[in-house]
Nanobody
Framework: VQLVESGGGLVQPGSSLRLSCAASGFIISSHALSWYRQAPGKERELVATITSGGRITYADSVKGRFTISRDNAKSTVYLQMDSLKPEDTAVYYC???????WGQGTQVTVSS
């Protein structure tokens, strides 16, 4: 099992980024996958989840701004982040709950 995140970077407030989580070693359509984030000095928090059945949930702090999606053919889960705020600054992780497996994370910094 492997999860590899990419797409992070330094952007200004109000900008957009799309994170990718490339999965291998399992069939992503058969499992729930989540995005978490951890800001400096804070606990890791759940951002969004997409289940095997396609049910989607979001943290209240990102509702209406972030969109999680899945491309089964590419075995990739995405997190589209719009209207980014400085408080979105964190390392973002992909998480496969069935195996308790984390990706290595990708840094997102929102700053003017």
């Amino acid at each position: 099992v492997q999860l590899v995140e990419s797409g992070g970077g330094l952007v200004q407030p109000g900008s957009s980024l799309r994170l990718s989580c490339a999965a291998s070693g399992f069939i992503i359509s058969s499992h729930a996958l989540s995005w978490y984030r951890q800001a400096p000095g804070k606990e890791r928090e759940l951002v969004a989840t997409i289940t095997s059945g396609g049910r989607i949930t979001y943290a209240d702090s990102v509702k209406g701004r972030f969109t999680i999606s899945r491309d089964n053919a590419k075995s990739t889960v995405y997190l589209q982040m719009d209207s980014l705020k400085p408080e979105d600054t964190a390392v973002y992780y992909c998480y496969l709950s069935a195996y308790g497996y984390w990706g290595q994370g990708t840094q997102v910094t929102v700053s003017s």
